[in-house]
């Protein structure tokens, strides 16, 4: 069996990833409900021209799962750097979605010469703390509804989370095609 291939960071957390092609490098950085699966279309095309690389945040498995207080932005941040350096990448175009666009604004803001772009979709830093309840709120709601297996009130109370709200907002034809 191939040994998986894990780049360490300087807090010694294991981060999975893969890579095809060659050329200059693409860093893609998944989302929060994601991992580095989801950017296999990506992969695909432009590995066809360029070096890409993916990888699974900390604590989305087959990345290694550290306690509580090893989550933070500047952690991700410092993660999508920690790849670069792992795979002696001076700098690489950086393409993030959501939680992924927001560490690589990051390492974009902190260490601009580690990015030859940035190409960034959804990016937002989490909610306020007045929001923080009604969330936690919806997702207690959300997991007992799991709990009782009802595959269409599961899909409901996802649809109109708090989290996804914003979404209807931003782009209603998205959501729409996300929620039907």
């Excluded at 941040?77 to 002696?88: G, K, S, Y």
């Excluded at 030859?116 to 509804?145: C, I, N, P, W, Y």
């Excluded at 269409?152 to 959501?175: E, Q, W």
């Amino acid at each position: 069996r191939p040994k998986m291939p894990y780049a360490t960071t300087p807090d010694n957390v294991q981060l999975y990833f893969e890579e095809a092609g060659s050329g200059t490098p693409i860093l893609f950085i998944h989302e929060f409900a994601a991992d580095y699966a989801s950017w296999e279309p990506q992969m695909r095309y432009f590995s066809r021209s360029h070096r890409c690389i993916t990888y699974s945040a900390r604590g989305y498995i087959p990345s290694h799962v550290p306690e509580a207080d090893a989550y933070s932005y500047k952690h991700f941040r410092d993660d999508a750097i920690a790849m670069l350096d792992h795979l002696e990448i001076p700098a690489a175009h950086l393409v993030g979605l959501s939680m992924g666009a927001y560490s690589a604004l990051h390492v974009g803001i902190q260490a601009p010469k580690r990015a030859l772009s940035l190409t960034l979709a959804g990016v937002g830093s989490g909610f306020e703390k007045d929001r923080l309840q009604g969330f936690r709120d919806q997702a207690m709601a959300h997991a007992e509804e799991f709990e009782k297996g009802d595959p269409d009130v599961v899909a409901k109370v996802s649809g109109m989370a708090p989290g996804r709200i914003s979404f209807l907002i931003k782009d209603p034809r998205g959501f729409k095609e996300f929620y039907d």
